[in-house]
């Protein structure tokens, strides 16, 4: 079983940094794809960038160039490094994975992914 569990938000002010991680657990062998959401209550869900096992990623979508995605294979752990951050970051960020199926990122737009954390909340302040 797939297990994902997201650490590192919190409060910070505007123009701080934030490092979220994912650490990961319970995947067989194979490429599998491991991406970065957030979602704000009543928005729909945003995906942010991803990451294969192989190292190969996708985005991030947007943020001017803020945030970066990375991963340390030999701790299962993927990072979404966020700096100057803003107010309109403030969301619930969760992480997710799977198996790769085709492109990341085709998989990673359509946010197709089988396994997701719990999630870690994100509030920049003005």
């Known amino acids: 079983e797939v297990q994902l569990v997201e650490s590192g938000g919190g409060l910070v002010q505007t123009g701080g940094s934030l490092r979220l991680s994912c650490t990961a657990s319970?995947?067989?062998?194979?490429?599998?794809?491991i991406g970065w959401f957030r979602q704000v209550s009543g928005k729909a869900r945003e995906y942010i960038a991803c990451i294969t096992s192989t190292g190969v990623t996708y985005g991030p979508s947007s943020a001017e160039g803020r945030f970066a995605i990375s991963s340390d294979n030999r701790l299962n752990v993927v990072y979404l490094q966020m700096n100057s951050l803003k107010p309109d970051d403030t969301a619930t960020y969760y992480c997710a994975g799977d198996t790769q199926y085709g492109s990341v990122g085709g998989q990673c737009r359509r946010a197709d992914f089988g396994s997701w954390g719990q999630g870690t909340q994100v509030i920049v302040s003005s």
């Open positions: 319970g995947f067989s062998s194979g490429d599998y794809v």
